[in-house]
């Protein structure tokens, strides 16, 4: 097949640090090629992903999010991928044009890695007119209220996120400096079981930073170490020694790619049961699912009952690059024998995994 991969504009493919998209995008257009499809990435000109990649951008587009520099970018992606047999988008405004331009081809298949809000629900009712839908949870689908036309997972490279022997004696949180990811508990439930807290976290926007200063900082202690956002070596060797991963998220995380790296290394996760926690942890096996800080306190002198090598042998079986790169050839398969059919992606919708069965300024790079 030729799969023609659309990227976001703001970071590069792999990431440098933060950027779990990015990274799954990696993973993705790599294994696709490594089983011998023609895969072309549009995406910005500092990434160096393996595949002949485009793009109009040279460095990722700043302010993250601003709507005229994406449109921009998703508008020059689809004129390149016009011959292409399947274009697979990682943003939500390309889809959304490419419809409203009349482009009915070549088929579309779109991955949400955001929650189902209710104003990205009224885009994805328009998307879904013309382009399969892909959540990447089963908590993920049954909040949609589209039709989604398959549930995948992320999958991590397993050669890179290698199994580590949990020495440190420290607890680990990773993630935005933000009241939805947790890090206010994480530092409350270190303290509550007198253990060391590292803290990796991005911490770039104005938001971000206040809540670091008002909900975070006075709680820190002596002993506790706050890291900027790591080169991902650096960040999975923490990983590799941490105790457990913290990850008191406090809404409906479509997936959390950091639990699925922390089972990668052998760490532990505690985690609040929200989003998609309850399908990436297996409670008492891989890690605790807890309902309060305090439940998370007691579970933290629990970690020891639970066995390394079973948190990797999990995320081995369930979060290998190789799985999800085989579940979506499979979808694209499947769209292209049965073009236009949506009975499957309706069923799918209900949360169930889909069967197998012009001026434009580019650049490219091989």
Not at 129 to 143: G, K, L, N
Not at 272 to 298: H, S, W, Y
Request: aromatic content about 6%; charged content about 20%.
């Amino acid at each position: 097949m030729r799969i023609g991969i659309v990227a976001p504009p703001w970071l590069a493919v792999p990431p440098a640090a933060y950027g779990g998209t990015e990274e799954v995008i990696d993973n993705l257009a790599t294994g696709l090629q490594d089983l011998g499809h023609e895969v072309r990435l549009f995406t910005v000109g500092e990434s160096t992903c393996p595949v002949p990649r485009e793009y109009l951008y040279p460095a990722g587009s700043e302010p993250m999010g601003e709507g005229v520099a994406e449109a921009a970018h998703v508008l020059a992606a689809y004129e390149a991928f016009a011959g292409v047999d399947i274009v697979h988008d990682h943003t939500i405004l390309g889809p959304l044009l490419a419809g409203s331009r009349g482009i009915r081809r070549p088929p579309t298949v779109v991955t949400n890695h955001g929650p189902f809000t209710a104003p990205a629900r009224r885009l994805f009712a328009e998307i879904a007119r013309h382009s399969s839908i892909v959540a990447i949870s089963h908590s993920h689908a049954r909040s949609a209220g589209v039709p989604v036309a398959a549930v995948i997972h992320h999958g991590i490279d397993l050669q890179v996120h290698r199994p580590g022997p949990g020495d440190g004696g420290y607890l680990l949180f990773v993630g935005r400096m933000c009241a939805d990811k947790g890090a206010h508990h994480a530092v409350r439930v270190a303290k509550g079981a007198g253990r060391q807290l590292v803290i990796v976290a991005k911490m770039r926007e104005p938001g971000e930073r206040a809540y670091f200063e008002k909900e975070v900082r006075p709680l820190l202690r002596p002993g506790d170490e706050l890291l900027a956002e790591l080169p991902v070596a650096a960040r999975l060797e923490l990983m590799r020694h941490a105790a457990a991963l913290l990850n008191p998220i406090t809404w409906a995380e479509p997936f959390g790619l950091v639990m699925a790296e922390a089972l990668a290394a052998g760490t532990p996760v505690l985690a609040f049961p929200n989003g998609a926690a309850p399908e990436i942890v297996d409670d008492g096996q891989t890690g605790f699912l807890c309902r309060d800080e305090k439940d998370m306190i007691a579970a933290v002198g629990r970690v020891p009952q639970i066995h390394r090598d079973r948190c990797r042998a999990a995320a081995e079986q369930r979060f290998a690059a190789e799985r999800m790169v085989a579940d979506h050839e499979r979808l694209y398969r499947r769209i292209l024998l049965r073009p236009g059919d949506r009975a499957c992606e309706r069923a799918a919708g209900q949360g169930d995994p889909v069967p197998d069965g012009g001026g434009r300024v580019l650049a490219r790079h091989s």
